[in-house]
């Protein structure tokens, strides 16, 4: 008995000193946020796991300010210097939970990799989404589209048609198709991928970064699960292992794709900045992830809002139909010059940005100084886009569907330094010119062609109904189409 309140006084002391500690002496303390994500990881994480962080991020910064407290040893900054001063450093790297690698997986990604590799990774695979390689690509994300055009026009005679479902094959085929020119075939079988499943289960993905946030709890899983639970992550690896050898095994593709630009930096880069096969494997993942949910967000983002907002919907359909005779001349260099369609794929951009959750850094051991805080080394710090969008600091009426914004300059400057929707610095988004390639393409084909509209007796739910588990858990969004030459 002795014994036992010795043990529990002994804890009671700890979690005692801790707490004072934290809340009154720790470097951070003079941050404000609720002193229960302060004393403990949990709060944070039991919101991250519900699907509803970013939510809760965004009313702590309308609470608490700029900068939040939001964990001991974690600050979420929702000032638009914080771009510049975390994103621009090479040395500020994912915190550790979120930069792992898959069970069993040695090779790095551009997600996982320590600064010098990311590097090395970036110069290989940035000539393959350059501009200029991009305009290389349109004929493909074109051919897409007709596809997805064509399958739209027998299933939109049977009723409404899912666009989250449809995005989500097309984007999938594209991105599959420009990185080892073969599609993945969801169009054709207007079926998912049982691999998309895997690949775009962000849910088990915040489970996984969870656990890492108590090591002796990673270590014990480590230990005791069997290897079968990751047998479908390993179907991935050996499925991409086989495309990428069928790929190699093809000497002239009908057009350009990453495994071609990859070959030629193989074969003309010195030995140090090569890279290694595994390596190929993870980072072409990396890119068939990072280049086909994010556009499917962007893509039912748009179309949720135009049909929630019939102005928009109309005055876009107008500039569309009066600025080409006919459907052949759309092509996305005539596409960048529309100033109303760019303005409402930056304000979908805004209003639903395909990362709302926070992009976390660690602050290297010289510490840094942010937005003009001086913030000591390893805190954990990020700029939550989905906090930073909405904030009303920077966004008039930011609840509000307005493309306008984007052309009458009403925000002023701070706006444009506040919206980086693909990030800044040597993390950025690797596939920026190919993302708005597509969201110009495919919301134009789609616009120029069908009369869209929301089916009678059905309603739009609201947008921020949907749940976040790191991107949005997007639910169906029915559309009726009426073609506009039947
Ligand atoms: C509207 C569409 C898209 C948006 C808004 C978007 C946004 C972003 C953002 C914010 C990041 C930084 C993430 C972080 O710091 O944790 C990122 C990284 C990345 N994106 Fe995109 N993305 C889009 C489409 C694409 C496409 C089409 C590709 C295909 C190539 C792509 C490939 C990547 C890759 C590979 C990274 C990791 C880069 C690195 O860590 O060096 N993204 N994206």
Not at 261 to 273: F, M, N, P, R, V
């Amino acid at each position: 008995m002795a014994l036992l309140q010795k043990v529990v006084g002994t804890i009671f002391l700890y979690v005692l000193t801790k707490a004072i500690y934290l809340i009154y002496l720790h470097p951070l303390s003079k941050y404000s946020g609720p002193k229960s994500w302060i004393l403990s990881r949990i709060p944070y994480l039991v919101y991250m796991n519900s699907g509803k962080l970013p939510f809760r991020i965004k009313e702590l910064h309308d609470t608490y300010g700029s900068v939040v407290r939001v964990s001991g040893d974690e600050l979420s900054i929702n000032d638009p210097q914080a771009w510049r001063d975390i994103y621009n450093r090479r040395d500020m790297l994912r915190p550790s939970q979120w930069g792992g690698r898959p069970p069993g997986v040695e090779a790095h990604s551009l997600i996982s990799a320590p600064a010098a590799d990311h590097a090395r990774f970036r110069k290989a695979l940035n000539p393959a989404f350059s501009e200029k390689a991009t305009r290389e690509y349109e004929p493909v994300v074109r051919a897409y589209i007709e596809k997805l055009l064509s399958r739209l026009d027998v299933a939109a005679t049977k009723g409404p048609v899912d666009i989250v479902e449809w995005a989500n094959f097309t984007t999938f085929d594209i991105i599959s198709e420009i990185t080892w020119s073969k599609s993945y075939g969801c169009l054709d079988k207007a079926t998912g991928h049982a691999f998309m499943g895997v690949l775009l289960h962000f849910q088990a993905f915040l489970v996984a970064a969870s656990i890492k946030y108590f090591p002796w709890l990673d270590r014990l899983l480590a230990v005791i699960t069997p290897k079968s639970a990751f047998r479908l992550l390993e179907d991935i690896f050996q499925d991409t292992h086989e495309r990428l050898h069928a790929r190699s095994m093809i000497k002239e593709p009908s057009h350009a794709d990453l495994v071609g630009h990859l070959k030629l930096h193989q074969e003309q880069a010195a030995d140090a900045d090569k890279f290694r096969e595994a390596e190929i494997e993870q980072n072409i993942l990396t890119v068939i992830v990072g280049g086909s949910e994010t556009l499917t967000t962007a893509i039912s983002g748009a179309f949720h809002h135009l049909l929630a907002s019939p102005r928009v919907l109309s005055k876009l359909v107008h500039e569309i139909r009066s600025s080409f005779a006919k459907e052949a001349h759309i092509d996305t260099n005539a596409l960048s010059k529309l100033p109303y369609l760019n303005a409402v794929i930056d304000e979908t951009l805004r209003l639903c940005p395909p990362f709302p959750d926070m992009l976390r850094r660690q602050v290297p051991a010289s510490g840094a100084i942010i937005a003009g805080h001086a913030i000591p080394s390893h805190t954990t710090v990020s700029v939550s886009c989905y906090s930073m969008f909405k904030s009303a600091s920077y966004f008039s009426d930011p609840d509000s569907f307005l493309p306008e914004r984007w052309i009458d300059g009403r925000d002023g400057a701070e706006a444009r330094e506040a919206f980086h929707p693909f990030a800044l610095g040597p993390h950025n988004c690797l596939g920026q010119p190919l993302a708005r390639m597509e969201m110009r393409l495919m919301i134009t084909l789609i616009l120029w062609r069908y009369d869209v509209g929301i089916s009678k007796g059905d309603s739009l739910r609201k947008w921020d109904e949907q749940k976040i588990y790191w991107t949005w858990e997007k639910q169906p969004l029915l559309v009726g189409l009426s073609n506009v030459d039947a």
